[in-house]
């Protein structure tokens, strides 16, 4: 079946259920995705009675589309992603951005737990991604180019959208949070990286690596939708202390989420 005819199918679906015109998409990670819970005027639906969507497989996301006004805009917001580790194709993980695309949406946020490779970041630091480097090998767009949505070479050279930067960075400013900037490093996961791996990711410029958001930024930047992308650090990188444990980065992204929801809320406010 063609992109465009599952769309559709996925379409009809939701606005059978009341989703409408979308302003800004946003696709909450690992344990952020209680911002949810501030939507007025609410549809809410499990990816599994999506058509076309897929199921979420890991502890600590959960697997719901939410869509309704938030901070004065149109969301259509993801409650936990897809990623490629669960065993889904690029274009699986990345077909809700199209979804958005369709339904209007300028913008799309994407947030992350991250493990922290700039040693001057902490744990439970936010990051505005100011840049990413796909290190997966993978790209959403390799095969036939959806000309409907973009052109077959799209430009990255400006990913992170630089006004949704500043705006960031004020609205951070007003509420006293601290908000520190870098790049992403997209691994495929699900192995944690190896200190080795940390060292490389370090030297060749990035400040933060992760198992998620690249493709979906690729996707909507393809389609000329502007991305705002932040991080939440949730641990030191491999190597820089310690072991790695799934359980952690939850509970470090559980002290996160007050000041990350009211970050989100108040970087929505400005947005255009
Ligand atoms: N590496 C990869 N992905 C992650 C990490 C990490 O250290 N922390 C949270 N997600």
Redo the contacts with the bound molecule.
Sequence with gaps: MKLIDKLNETLTYLQARGVGKVDLGLILG?GLGELADEINSTVRIDYANIPHFQKTTVTGHAGCLIYGELSGKQVLLMQGRFHFYEGYSMAEITYPVRLMTKLGARGLIVT?????VNAAFKPSDLMLISDHINYNGQNPLIGENAEAFGTRFPDMSAAYDKEYRQIAKKAASQLDIDLVEGIYMF?S?PS??TPAE?RFARTIGADA????SVPEVIVARHSGLRVLGISA??????GMQGT?DHSE?ISITEKIKPKFKELIKQILEELD
Excluded at 112 to 116: F, L, T, Y
Excluded at 233 to 238: D, H, P, Q, R
């Design positions: 690992s992350n737990a991250a493990g922290g691994f996961g944690y990286e940390i690596v992760g198992m998620s650090i949730s641990n030191y990188a491999s790695l980065i």
